[in-house]
């Protein structure tokens, strides 16, 4: 390889390099209107089957990157590419709509994507099975708790049936045993049904538990500060010493990136 | 690792259940309806013995005892007169109410949805909503005379308004989140419109609606009252006895309208909005 291809391979990934990514983020910046600069010059790549944490304190711009991925916000420069389907896009809450029950949830993402009626009431079934709510589907959001609200969102995101799953804080608003089964039921579906996982988080156990890599941004703007394996194998524990003693060393370089702010003149 | 997996659904069941908690009994529907229907029935019973009081003590205020106003309608009644006005009044407010909501809907979605038309009309809007809908009776008597089109015109200028506002504070409360996920599920347009934003709108749009079948009622009660267009209406009942000074005969008139207005949200806009908000779990109990 010559000099020249390698830069150019820098600037413009060729169509091979793209198909075997899942989701291809290129030099990405970020600003509203004329404030201040949100992202700078994002880039990631994001295999197949990955499960990638986004880590990063307030104001890294980690809900503004996964906007971004699904197409919600135009960047400023550079490029996003996720090839095939649409991604699919789950939020801190669960935003199910209180006027449908559990399973019309599911069945509208399901009609929205072209699923014709006789299909749909099979897929409703198998995909409330996958996130361990048979039988429940008849129940409306505000008769479910926020544990299984976040399976039914799951459900509905996984409806999409794209190979791609944004998740933004899912589990932040969750208590502390219900977020460890749902890490081990996210664990398990996403073995099952093999999805490329993009998963945005400020808790750094969260992250190692559940990533393959964990990518840590750093605030204001946010830029790629340092990108860690995670060698664990599945199915790890949140509590276990593999899980923490890598956490202890992730949690001090975010503070690192955080003490940076305490020289820099507040606005 | 099979057993981890059966531990953890397990332990999830366990945690559904523990957050869902006991399902509490319904109370005997005798004793639901005692504990609605009773404080009301009371209320009224003791304003009627404070108005029996006030004739009693020969207090120097000209009003007429209970039981006159109980004879003049039962003498009205008689006559079919009440029948008459109800059914005339009923059918009037109803269909101007509903050409109200045909019109008010697609107005208010239109000036929720598409900024510059809501900058431009919004306080105009309002402005008109404050506006009392007497104010249009002179008017429409010299458009289209006595007849049933001024009262359907005084009905819509008063109605349309109301639920135009309605309709636009039920899409503003919407959740900006809910239209974010309808967008990530992929509707556009009018799908997301119908899938998403109207039912999500749903209960305050049915506020609105409340809202305009009153100032329909009310709006078709003044043009009754001044413009007596043929038909008998309840409106008209008061002027004919204020014509002849039946005090009773007034009254009569206006508990009727009273009645009516109670009965039509009784029976048809608070069940429907208790239905809908207790779907969504807007209403405990």
């Known amino acids: ?267 | 690792m099979t057993t981890a997996t059966d531990g953890n659904r397990e332990l999830e069941a366990g945690l559904d259940a523990l957050e869902l908690g006991p399902i509490e009994a319904r109370r005997a529907w005798w004793r639901r309806a005692l504990s609605g229907g009773l404080p009301p029935i009371v209320a009224m019973l003791a304003l009627l013995g404070i108005w029996q009081l006030i004739v009693s003590t020969q207090h120097p205020v000209n009003l007429p005892t209970p039981s006159e106003v109980g004879n003049e309608f039962q003498a009205q009644w008689d006559l079919g007169r009440i029948q008459q006005a109800v059914g005339n009044s009923l059918y009037h407010g109803i269909l101007g109410f509903l050409i109200s909501a045909a019109v008010a809907t697609p107005l208010g979605v239109l000036l929720a949805r598409v900024s510059l038309l809501r900058r431009s009309f919004r306080p105009l809007v309002t402005g008109l909503q404050s506006l009392p809908s007497v104010v249009w009776v002179p008017a429409g008597i010299l458009w289209f005379g006595l007849s049933a089109r001024t009262l359907f015109f005084v009905v819509l200028m008063g109605a349309i308004p109301s639920i135009v506002n309605g309709t636009i504070s039920g899409i503003d409360q919407v959740p900006p989140l809910y239209l974010r996920v309808g967008h990530v599920l992929g509707a556009r347009g009018l799908t997301l419109a119908r899938h998403v934003l109207l039912p999500a709108a749903l209960p305050g749009y049915l506020g609105g609606l409340k809202q305009g079948w009153a100032f329909s009622w009310r709006s078709l009660m003044a043009a009754e009252l001044i413009a007596s267009s043929g038909s008998l209406g309840l409106g008209q009942i008061i002027e004919d006895a204020r014509n002849i000074s039946s005090f009773p005969g007034v009254i009569v008139g206006i508990l009727a309208i009273l009645v009516v207005g109670i009965a039509v949200d009784l029976v048809f806009f608070s069940p429907l909005e208790r239905r809908v908000l207790k779907r969504r779990g807007l209403l405990t109990a």
């Not at chain 1, 091979?16 to 790549?45: H, M, N, Q, W, Y």
């Open chain 1, 1 to 267: 390889m010559t000099v020249l291809d390698s830069l150019r391979r820098r600037h413009v990934p060729d169509t091979a390099e793209v198909d075997s990514a899942a989701v291809v983020v290129d030099g990405l910046t970020k600003r509203f209107g004329r404030g201040p600069l949100i992202l700078d010059d994002i880039s990631l790549r994001v295999a197949p089957g990955e499960f990638l944490c986004i880590l990063g304190a307030s104001g890294c711009g980690k809900s503004t990157l996964l906007n971004l991925i699904a197409g919600l916000e135009q960047p400023t420069a550079g490029r996003v590419a996720v090839p095939g389907h649409k991604p699919s896009l789950m939020f801190q809450e669960p935003a199910l709509y209180p006027w449908l029950t559990a399973a019309e949830n599911i069945g509208l993402a399901l009609k929205l994507r072209g699923v014709d009626k006789g299909e749909r009431k099979d897929q409703i079934e198998r995909l409330l099975s996958l996130v361990r709510l048979d039988g429940a589907g008849a129940k409306r959001p505000h008769e479910l708790s926020g544990g299984m609200r976040q399976r039914v969102a799951l459900a509905r995101a996984l409806a999409q049936d794209s190979q791609v799953l944004l998740m933004d804080e899912p589990f932040a608003a969750l208590d502390a045993i219900t977020r460890d089964v749902l890490h081990d039921e996210l664990t398990r579906i996403r073995e099952e049904v093999g999805a490329t996982v993009l998963f945005v988080t400020h808790n750094v156990r969260e992250a190692v538990r559940l990533g393959d890599r964990v990518v840590l941004l750093s605030s204001r703007p946010g830029r790629v500060a340092n990108t860690f394996a995670v060698g664990i194998p599945q199915p790890r524990r949140i509590e276990s010493p593999e899980v923490a003693a890598l956490s202890v060393e992730i949690t001090e370089h975010l503070r690192t990136e955080i003490r940076r702010h305490a020289q820099a003149p507040t606005r």
